[in-house]
């Protein structure tokens, strides 16, 4: 059984110009607060009241539009007020101190790896390491190359967006690239 279906869990904000991590509630905590509550208070500045109301099946369209407010929120730091990354429900930070971990976690977040799971599985591999690092970009970058060219020698016929499944791999090579390289690592 998934780790995350009998309740929900905050996930984990990260700054990473403090390398601190913070946790954040989920909307639907949020929404069940304000449901108990019957009262919420400024969404985008324009005070709710009566909320109960929303939850009305004629009225989904106003709840919908709380929900996506909600989730599309800014989260800042509360030391520096820069904007947080959300890393998931799996993530769990390095010590402050872990400067050259804190790199590479800000590093797997550029090239789009975060830590949003059912929580069966974890969080996956994590490199410690920058050699280990090195090699983990380096095996990703050919894994992407390898999916890029089963897209690119298929037919339209087996996939009617081929198009838009070889621009994506080729924008994910790209971003691993450029990761490489900013680290100064060579490209096998």
């Given at each position: 059984m998934?780790?995350?279906?009998?309740k929900t869990y905050k996930s984990h904000f990260v700054c990473f110009r403090c390398r601190?991590?913070?946790k954040q509630t989920?909307?639907?905590?949020?929404?069940?607060r304000v449901r108990k509550d019957k009262y919420f208070n400024k969404i985008r500045g324009v005070?709710?009241?009566?909320v109960s109301r929303i939850f009305v099946k004629k009225e989904q369209d106003q709840l919908e539009k709380v929900i996506s407010e909600i989730d599309n929120r800014e989260i800042k730091c509360p030391e520096c007020s820069s904007l947080m990354a959300d890393l998931g429900l799996d993530f769990k930070a390095p010590?402050?101190?872990?400067?050259?971990?804190?790199?590479i976690v800000e590093s797997l977040y550029r090239i789009g790896k975060v830590f949003h799971s059912c929580g069966c599985e974890g969080p996956g591999y994590?490199?410690?390491?920058?050699?280990?690092?090195e090699e983990y970009l380096n095996d990703r970058l050919e894994m992407y190359k390898n999916y890029q060219s089963v897209y690119q020698n298929s037919s339209e016929e087996d996939f009617p967006d081929k198009m838009e499944r070889v621009i994506y791999w080729s924008q994910k090579i790209i971003r691993l690239q450029d990761e490489i390289l900013r680290h100064g690592f060579n490209i096998r």
């Open positions: 998934c780790r995350y279906a009998g601190k991590s913070f989920h909307s639907s905590d949020i929404l069940e005070n709710i009241r009566n010590k402050k101190s872990a400067a050259k971990e804190w790199k994590i490199p410690q390491n920058l050699k280990d690092y």
